[in-house]
C-alpha cells in the first residue's frame, strides 16, 4: 500500500515539477504528435491502496467500487469473484466471495446492505462482515445487469428480461421489488442494453450508460426518458465509446470512466473534461471526493472544482 | 531520496534521456554479457552470427542471479513464563500481524516486531502441533493428536473443537483467503480436506481427496490455500505437490524425489502460499520456491524454515526450533 501525499518538502516537490516539465518536454521531442490531455481540474489525490496479486487484500481486476458514509470502501474483483471492504485507511477488514465467481456490478445501500451483482444474479449482504444476507428474484426472471444505490434508501437495478428486452426495478433495502419500469432502454433507443452501468443523483434522476447503444441515457425520478448524449469528444451513438462505470456527484456531475479515459459531463449531458488515465470503477462519497479504480490500484481525489 | 541533492543529477540523466530520444540516430545499447558461446557479430556485419559447431561444450545452465529475498525480523521464540520454544515447527500470522508459533502444549504469540505478547496452553496432557493457522478473524486454530481446537488469538481463550464427523483425524492447518481454515484430515481408510467457516462450523469435506486422485495412501498431508481458492497438498508418499480445485476436483502435481533443484527430499515440513503465485515448500533442502501455475522451481531461500507463513503483504514467516524468521520475498518472474 502506498500513499502519495508522502512528506516530501515544497522545494522537492519543485524540483519534481521541473524533471517532469524537462521529461515531458524530451518525450513531446520523440513523438511530437501525441495527444495532450486537456488541462484537468481533477481534485488532488488525496489517498491511494492497493497491490497487485491474489491475496486476501490484493487486487486483479478491481472493477467495481462502492463508498460509504463512514468512508469504507467496498471494492469488487472480476476476475478473483470476491467483494473487499477496507478501512479509510485502505486496511482490508473483509473478504468475501460471490457464489458465481464473477462480480459485474455493486452498491451500498443506506441502511448497511451491500448489493451485489454475480453473473445475473443479485445478492446482498451485510456490509460490515460481507456475510451473505441472501439472493433477490429478479422481476419476471431477469438477469440482473447493474445495480446503483437511491439517495432516500434502496438501490436500482437494470436487468434483461426472457424477452429479450430490459427492465429498470426499484428495489428496498431487503430487496423487495417496488416497482418496474419495462423495456425502459429499448423504447427510448430501439436496442436493448449490452454491459450497462448506473447511478443516481441527489434528486432521483437515473442515468444508464450503455454500452450497447453507446450512450448515456438519462430519466427523471418517475422513470421517464429525458435524453441521451455520451462525453468529451465521444457523442451519443459513437461506436468507439467505451463505458467502464459511471457516477454523480453532488454538484450536477456525471463522472463517467472509459477504460482508458474519465470523464465529467453535466447531468444534463453538457461535455465538460476528459482525462488520459486509466479508469473503471468510480464511486464518490458525501464529500464529492472521487473514489476510481483502475483495476489493481483505488485512488481517492478531492472534489475538483466544477 | 533527498530530491535536492540528487536534483543535478536526475536532470542530467533525463535530459540525456530525452536527447536520445528526439530523432537523433543512434546504435542501440550494447547487449547484456551473455553466456553464449557464438561470437557475437561485427558491429557492421550483416551476416547472422554463426552458432560455434565444432567443440562446442553443452552449454552450462545460466548460474543463478543472488537471491532478492531480504531478511526482514528474526526473533527467538521466548515467552517469559512459558519458556522458549524447542522445537517449534509452526508458525502463523493473522491479519493484525501478530505471529503464532507452538511447540509440545503451548502456543506463544508475538507482536509485529517480534516482542513477546502471550501465550496459552493447549491442555493437559501436552501433545506436539501438527498443524497452526491463524484465520481472517483473528481465531487461531491448532491441531493437535488428531483433534482441531479454535482459540482466540488475543486472548488465548478456547472456543471450541471442530469435530469430523468420522473422528480424530485433524492433521495441517491452513487459513483460507476469505474466513476459517482449511484443515487436511485423514484415518487408516482415507484422507480429506475440511473447509471450516468463521465460527468453526464444517462447510464442506472433500472425502478421499488425494488418495482418490493419486490412487495410493496419502498419509500426512500439508495444505495451503490461495487467492484464487486453489488448494495446494504436499504429499509425503508421492514427494509432490497436488493441486485441487475449490471443489475438490484434481488439477495437476508437481514435484518428485530427487536431489535435484527441482525434486523434494525428505518428508515435507511447511507450505504456503503468496499473492504473487508463489508456493513456498519445505522439506530436508531448505525453503524452494515454486511458481504455482505450472509448478517450475524458481529458487530456494537460504533458511532453514520449516513451518511457513505468508502475511497479507506477502512476507514470509519460517519458523525453526526456537526462532522465526521473517523475509520479504523476491517476487516471481515476470511474464513476456
Known sequence: MSQLAGPVSQGSRVAILIVLALAGRAGSLAAA???KAPPGKLGEELFRFGKEGIGPSQMTRVEYVAVDPGGFVYLGDWELGRVQRFSPQGKLEAVAYVKSDR?????YERSGVLFVVTLHHLFRYDAKTLKLLGEVEPPGGGDYLAIASRPGGGVIAVLESRNISDDVAFLDKEGKIERVLYGS?????????????????????????DNGNHAIFRFDPEGRYISRFGYPGHPAGDSNTDFAGITVDGRGQLWVSGWSTLNVVTVDGRPRQSYEMSSY???????????VTDRTQVRQYAAGKP | MNLHRHFPLLLLLLCAAGCAGSGVATRPPAPAPSNKVAEPPAEDSLEPAEPAMDDAEPEAPAPE???????????KGTGKDLGTMTQSALVAVDPQGFVYTADAGRVLRFTPEGKFASGFSTGEPPCQPTGLAADRGGI???????????????????LGEVRHPDGAGFFHVAPRPDSGVLVSWRNAQRDDFVLVAFDGTIETIHRNAVAGASGQAAGDVLVAMDGRRTIYAAVNPLHAVCVFKLTGEYVNRFGSEGEDP?????PFTGLAVDGQGQIFVS???????????????????????????IDDDDALFAAAGTEVAKYRVEPPPKKD
Open chain 2, 283 to 309: 522439506d530436508a533442502k531448505g525453503v524452494s520456491a515454486l511458481l504455482g501455475e505450472d509448478g517450475r522451481f524458481l529458487r530456494r531461500l537460504e533458511t532453514k524454515g520449516t513451518g511457513l507463513a
Open chain 1, 33 to 35: 504528435e501525441a495527444p
Open chain 1, 281 to 291: 470503477g468510480l464511486a464518490v462519497n458525501d464529500k464529492d471526493e472521487l473514489f
Open chain 2, 262 to 266: 527441482d525434486q523434494f527430499s525428505g
Open chain 2, 65 to 75: 542471479a543472488p537471491s532478492q529475498d531480504v531478511l526482514l525480523l528474526r526473533f
Open chain 1, 185 to 209: 432502454i429499448e423504447k427510448a433507443a430501439g436496442y436493448t442494453v449490452q454491459r450497462p452501468f448506473v447511478t443516481v443523483d441527489g434528486k432521483g434522476f437515473f442515468y444508464v450508460a
Open chain 1, 103 to 107: 462480480v459485474n456490478s455493486l452498491a
Open chain 2, 140 to 158: 487461531v486454530y491448532v491441531a493437535c493428536g488428531g483433534r482441531l481446537l479454535r482459540y482466540e488469538g488475543a486472548s488465548g481463550k478456547l
